[in-house]
């Protein structure tokens, strides 16, 4: 029995092993890529550039190098440009957000109102809609209002996103109301239960909804690829696709480089994100 527990175990290890070793292998495949020469690469990718064969790789490089690395960060002021942007584009969504989302969920989980069934309901069908539905509708009201080709076309429609309206709708459901009447007896007004209560109880919601956010709009494709015009206007997860054969090994670079970022704030709040996705799951409360 107690061999047969072992034998468990050690299939288990070995199982998560994989798995775990299947997540990292981009990384490890990223990291190579970027410490090979110019001309190893050429080897390595000749099948991909010709479309004929199978592509040759090797985990380490035969003739590592931080050439590319020179190139990109310090001979490419373009990647900083759009590395900014990124910057520019996901802060100015999480600020606005929280601008807007912040009390919208609070009005959502503390008052009652005619229609609010009917609203939140509204709410979760526009967060399951996809950008390609809408992108024809958001790009006439947004060339209609002259923000095409300008940050504006990314930020505002994250701004007036749905979706953390109600991850942190959930939370604030969960507050006890005995707390908040107390507060009331106290004297304190709604501002004030909002303020000194609401936010620091739902602080893991709003920190689940920015991690979200940042890694949802660090990496934005569709939108600034449909929206921008202007080179200098575009985020760093449109970079790559400016990178030729040339100079495959800056593209290894680029994308490492750019993983950094999301992947540090999600290191950080990988547990309000576990929290959020809980709440996601949580029974309606209205």
Not at 149 to 167: E, K, R
Request: glycine fraction near 8%; hydrophobic fraction near 55%.
């Amino acid at each position: 029995m107690k061999v047969f527990r072992i034998a468990i175990r050690v299939f288990i290890f070995l199982l998560l092993f994989v798995f775990s070793f299947a997540a990292v292998y981009p990384l490890i495949f990223l990291l190579g890529g970027s410490l090979k020469s110019t001309a190893e690469l050429g080897n390595s990718l000749a099948a991909l550039w010709s479309a004929d064969g199978t592509i040759q790789w090797t985990w380490l490089p035969f003739e590592p190098t931080l050439r590319h690395y020179v190139e990109l960060l310090l001979d490419e002021p373009g990647y900083y440009v759009m590395f900014w942007n990124s910057v520019k584009i996901a802060g100015g969504v999480i600020g606005g957000q929280l601008l807007l989302s912040l009390p919208a969920a609070w009005g959502f989980a503390r008052w009652h109102f005619p229609g609010k069934k009917v609203l939140l309901s509204l709410y979760i069908v526009l967060m399951l809609f996809p950008f390609q539905i809408l992108m024809l509708s958001e790009y006439l009201v947004l060339n209609r209002m002259g923000m095409i080709d300008t940050m504006w076309a990314l930020i505002l429609p994250g701004v007036c996103s749905t979706f953390p309206v109600f991850i942190m709708y959930r939370f604030f459901s969960k507050l006890s109301k005995d707390v908040i009447e107390a507060a009331k007896l106290d004297g304190a007004n709604e501002w004030q239960i909002f303020r000194r209560i609401g936010i620091p109880l739902g602080m893991p919601g709003i920190m689940s909804v920015i991690v979200l956010d940042f890694l949802e709009y660090w990496n934005l494709i569709e939108q600034p690829a449909v929206f921008l015009r202007t080179e200098r206007l575009k985020p760093l997860s449109l970079y790559i696709s400016t990178i030729t054969k040339e100079n495959a090994g800056v593209a290894f670079v680029a994308a490492l480089v750019a993983l950094l970022p999301p992947l540090l704030v999600f290191l950080c709040g990988h547990r309000y994100l576990e929290q959020g996705i809980a709440a996601m799951g949580g029974g309606s409360e209205s």
